[in-house]
């Protein structure tokens, strides 16, 4: 069965940091996703991306966020002049279809020392 | 606003007994609603969904889950438990008409008791 896929599964980094954080959506899919779950919190919107725009995103996601799709499997999140309070789990989904079921990677665990 | 309520943070059952795991949502448009699951240290898994028709739904697992609109719930439901069963539990809404975010819930912790 087709999977969402992320790299690293850990990345620790210093405060001021630049960060990329990798996902290979599932190959047929059109629309993706980053998300976020802080420890002991709820998982939170990031933002959304299809045809190589941005379609939302969350009042977390300034300045210091970009996605890209560099290639035709790839979609990455960098974050710059990373922050403590950054440490979280990051999810990237993707969906066929607008709307339609998101299927979650296994997530990279972000630590910012 | 849309918001997703899932008013139990924990609960502790014993295997073999029943379980539903509660959840509320408020969403102006007409919802999607999904039940994720999340093992220790695991992504997140969709265990069902709800788009449209019976109100009844699925999943994996064994679980299955209930869309009543008059109450603007969906609760998860199992009607015998197993030890692997333990992890966190998310309810979350999402629209059709909407290609972003999923709105989750704070989840429900299951423990298993022997």
């Known amino acids: 069965e087709p999977e969402v896929t992320q790299t690293p599964s850990h990345q620790v980094t210093q405060m001021g940091q630049e960060v990329i954080l990798r996902c290979v959506p599932i190959?047929?899919?059109?629309?993706f996703y980053w998300y976020r779950q802080i420890l002991g919190q709820k998982v939170e919107f990031l933002v959304s991306f299809y045809n190589n725009e941005i379609s939302e995103k969350s009042e977390i996601f300034d300045d210091r966020f970009s996605v890209e799709r560099p290639d035709g499997s790839n979609f990455t999140l960098k974050i710059r002049s990373t922050k403590l309070e950054d440490s979280a789990m990051y999810f990237c989904?993707?969906?066929?279809?607008?709307?339609?079921?998101?299927?979650f990677g296994p997530g990279t665990r972000l630590t910012v020392l | 606003a849309q918001s997703v309520t899932q008013p139990d943070i924990h609960i502790t059952v014993s295997e073999g007994a029943s379980l539903e795991l509660r959840c509320n949502y408020s969403y102006g448009a007409t919802p999607y609603l999904f039940w994720y699951v999340q093992s220790p240290g695991q992504g997140l898994q969709l265990l069902l969904k709800y788009f449209s028709g019976d109100t009844l739904v699925q999943g994996i697992k064994g679980f299955e889950a209930e869309f009543k609109r008059s109450q603007s719930s969906f609760n998860l439901r199992k009607p015998s438990v197993h030890w692997s069963d333990a992890a966190e539990y998310f309810c979350a809404v999402g629209a059709r008409s909407s290609a972003s975010k999923i709105i989750f819930g704070s989840g429900t912790r299951l423990s298993i008791r022997p």
């Open positions: 989904a993707s969906s066929e279809e607008m709307g339609d079921t998101q299927y």
């Open positions: 190959s047929n899919h059109l629309y």
